[in-house]
């Protein structure tokens, strides 16, 4: 796990098997202001952080080991029904649409990023998670 912690007060978990992106997201956000970002390396390791912490936004890969992220984005449903989810993913399947909408992930993105859409999205994210009935802010 790596955190950027700063004095802000929403929450990001990031969670990709792929050292490099998290790096790239990392480094897109460390300037950011009012956001503590946190990262995982698959979905076992998001499960064991979001134990411990909430969050505003989750942002994790589709394709990862021990945990991939529709098990990830299944599990948290069942413990938070309402945190915003974005899915990110290398491989565009439109068959995903059904269980997308089930599991009322925000978006679906296709990688790689460029640091303008990272920081983009997150606006957009913490946005439609601040208005969010039960949201943290």
């Known amino acids: 796990m790596t955190a950027t912690t700063k004095d802000g007060d929403k929450r990001i978990l990031v969670v990709d098997d792929d050292e490099q992106v998290l790096f790239v997201w990392s480094s897109a956000l ?70 997308e909408a089930r599991l009322r992930v925000y978006r679906c993105i296709d990688k790689p990023l460029t640091v303008a859409q990272i920081r983009a999205l997150v606006r957009e994210a913490v946005q439609v998670a601040k208005n969010k009935p039960n949201g943290r802010s």
């Open 30 to 99: 460390a300037s950011a202001r009012d956001i503590t970002l946190v990262t995982a390396q698959d979905g076992q390791e998001a499960l064991d952080i979001l134990d411990e912490n909430g969050f505003d936004v989750i942002i994790t890969d589709l394709r990862m080991p021990r945990m991939d992220g529709y098990q990830l984005t299944e599990t948290i449903r069942q413990h938070d029904p309402d945190v915003t989810i974005v899915w990110l993913t290398g491989y565009r399947d439109p068959s995903r649409a059904p269980m």
